[in-house]
């Protein structure tokens, strides 16, 4: 069941390790109403990921005309290599067919869909706490000490962006969280 009186699209951000890619997961696997964004990529696909599942795969060129000629909701150069971003039309079509749609981006790409779509809803996934963040990034074991120090420190920047935002959910469970976020898109929760 959904409220025709929340916003089609919810934008969700925080910082890093704070679990959006796993609360987007639970809901894209158990809300199958709410429709998830795929972004489009410059970088090549990864061993099993799709063109159209995981990503779309585009080249450099076609990316940058699809930012020069206004085709991208947000977009950004990660790590000063490959570009990332949401395709304005995939966005459209959804919202055109009555979908919920929920965009899992980082801070900066959250402020340029403010800045084309402000009637979007903008949630704020927030740690329990700063050790906890911590916790997480280093417990992944996904990046060297290094990697994990320079994700630390925009995470204290990100953080400082909570107020950037309509609603703040505090990510200490999965399962919770993720039934705060879709109740906020107007959708009925799942009982635990």
């Not at 969700?12 to 990529?41: F, H, M, Q």
């Not at 966005?91 to 979908?99: F, N, P």
């Not at 084309?116 to 911590?134: D, G, H, I, N, R």
């Not at 107020?163 to 705060?180: L, M």
């Amino acid at each position: 069941m959904t409220d025709s009186r929340q916003p089609q699209v919810t934008v969700l951000a925080g910082p890093t390790a704070v679990g959006k890619g796993t609360v987007s997961t639970y809901i894209r696997d158990n809300y199958p109403e709410v429709w998830l964004s795929v972004s489009a990529t410059t970088r090549s696909p990864r061993a099993g990921e799709q063109d159209g599942v995981h990503y779309y795969f585009i080249d450099r060129e076609e990316f940058d005309h699809r930012v020069q000629t206004g085709q991208m909701l947000e977009w950004a150069v990660v790590h000063g290599k490959n570009s990332y971003g949401t395709l304005r039309s995939t966005v459209q079509d959804a919202v055109a067919a009555g979908r919920r749609v929920l965009l899992e981006i980082d801070l900066q790409g959250a402020r340029q869909v403010k800045e084309s779509m402000p009637e979007a809803q903008f949630v704020f996934l927030a740690p329990p706490s700063w050790e906890e963040l911590v916790r997480r990034l280093v417990g992944r074991g996904t990046e060297s000490a290094e990697e994990q120090q320079r994700r630390l420190e925009t995470a204290k920047l990100e953080l400082a962006a909570e107020s950037e935002f309509d609603v703040t959910i505090v990510n200490d469970d999965v399962q919770r969280a993720a039934g705060e976020l879709v109740a906020l898109m107007g959708l009925t929760p799942h009982s635990r």
